[in-house]
């Protein structure tokens, strides 16, 4: 396998991602690709790269890798076993320092058949990568980023929160609500974010007066 990270999602992952969710066609294959010691050593790489530990590292956090994944394209093997096709998600624990953090990898195959990966927003939020990437303007403008004369921030934690009704007429998905917490220079803004899946997509809402403003310890 081999990795890369990437610091925005390419339009051939997009693609991938549009075909909806799925699962991994020989479970052994995958099984015994993700539990390759060599391969949970890049994984760890990569989660190590979410903005949330780059800001507040922990250095003598305890990670573990879990074996829980959210299949956005199905895994498909070829008949050697080497990785032909496939979309996922898989998560991370590290805990230490006071909290513990759900870190979160995009894994895709890239039209040449290598994997690549990088780091999604850290929590339990059911967006997949692309939603993510369009709701972050949403939350930035109800959390007022960016912060004037601040040259940082990030994404401190995601939280799914509850399902909030039934599906519109012709949609699968019920609509969500999460809490997203930003963090920058002098502050952290807690922005209750709203998705509605609809024909067309998922609409997303978010605003200034449901977001609620911390003061951040790290810049005290």
Request: net charge neutral; with cysteine; glycine share 6%.
């Amino acid at each position: 396998m081999k990795f890369s990270h990437l610091a925005y999602i390419p339009a051939f992952a997009i693609y991938l991602l549009s075909i909806g969710e799925g699962f991994a066609d020989d479970n052994a294959d995958f099984s015994k690709m993700v539990s390759d010691p060599t391969e949970q050593k890049q994984v760890l790489k990569v989660a190590m790269q979410s903005g949330v530990v780059l800001n507040n590292p922990c250095t003598s956090a305890n990670i573990s890798i879990l074996n829980k994944f959210t299949f956005y394209k199905p895994v498909a093997f070829d008949s050697a076993g080497h990785p032909a096709a496939g979309a996922w998600k898989q998560s991370i624990t590290e805990k230490g320092c006071g909290q513990d953090r759900l870190l979160n990898v995009f894994f895709w195959l890239d039209p040449n058949h290598s994997i690549r990966a990088m780091p999604l927003f850290p929590g339990t939020t059911h967006a997949d990568p692309v939603l993510q990437k369009d709701a972050m303007s949403q939350a930035a403008m109800a959390a007022q980023w960016p912060e004037k004369d601040c040259k940082t921030g990030w994404m401190e934690n995601t939280e799914f929160l509850k399902e909030t009704g039934a599906p519109l007429d012709g949609v699968k998905g019920k609509p969500w609500d999460e809490l997203w917490t930003l963090a920058s220079c002098t502050k952290k803004a807690q922005v209750t974010m709203h998705f509605i899946p609809d024909k067309t997509g998922t609409t997303i809402h978010a605003s200034l007066q449901e977001t609620k403003f911390l003061p951040n310890k790290l810049a005290q």
